[in-house]
């Protein structure tokens, strides 16, 4: 799937979390619905970290440019590592490493441990770069026609005042770990990964999300439903009826959260 979708199919997936909660009676405080939300959707561009086309690779200019060509070449490193004979070659590292579970896992409780240990500057800055790739990701025809600056002081100034929020007595930056203040932090961040790759599974290629869960004969089997199911990136499918499903899906989700329906 191609950006945009990936952002509102995390948002969705996160507000989706929020309704769930407040159906068992533990809605989250609204701040952690917000806030988990904008992550949740930057956090689902995440993984196309290994591809230099993707919308991740714009964001933040020659450091995101930088840091996708390493991750394409560590991903490709593994593949090659660790697939079988029956494991196709490839020339490159695009979905293979960045786009399974254990990578999900692995960023998700890295960005809460850094969280903890980190304090408010690190808090700040795991916000910053999601604020600006939900940016990139919910507002992309307003993003891609504003300048890289405007949008990180966009993303700047709605990481400061979400913290500031968060900070205040109830207001959540505690939920689900009393004694631990942003400790949650990494859950939208892994389910915003997952997010991408189930949706990836979605198309014609496929996704190695199961890795390194041989199936077959395969470590890096390409997970999907069958070949009459799947679609292209970017075809009507995903632009006419993904993308407004998850608007109705994700808006449902808001209402049961908090408790409106």
Known sequence: MMGPAHSLSGAAAWLGVGAATAAAGHAMPWPVLVVGTLICAGAALAPDLDHKAATISRAFGPISRTLCEVTDKLSHAVYK????????????????????????????????????????????GILF???????????????????????????????????????????????????????????????????????????????????????????????????GMRFRAGSWVELKVLMPAFMVLGGLGGLGALNVI
Not at 104 to 124: C, E, K, P, T, Y
Not at 171 to 191: A, E, K, T
Request: aromatic content about 10%; overall charge positive.
């Open 129 to 227: 770069v999601h604020m600006v790739l939900a940016v990139e990701g919910l507002l992309w025809r307003a993003a891609r026609v504003s300048s890289d600056v405007l949008v990180w002081l966009l993303g700047a100034t709605s990481a400061w005042l979400l913290a500031e929020i968060l900070n205040k007595p109830g207001n959540g930056s505690d939920w689900l770990f009393d004694g631990q203040p942003y400790l949650w932090l990494g859950l939208p961040i892994v389910l915003g990964a997952l997010v991408h790759d189930i949706g990836d599974a979605l198309t014609v290629s496929g996704c190695p999300i199961l890795w390194p869960i041989p199936i077959g004969r395969k470590r890096w089997y390409p997970v999907g439903p069958p070949r």
């Open 81 to 124: 590592a660790t697939k079988t004979q029956s494991d196709p070659r490839r020339s490159g590292g695009h979905r293979t490493l960045t786009h399974t579970w254990v990578w999900a896992v692995l960023i998700g409780a890295g960005a809460s441990a850094l969280a903890v240990a980190g304090g408010r500057w690190a808090v700040l």
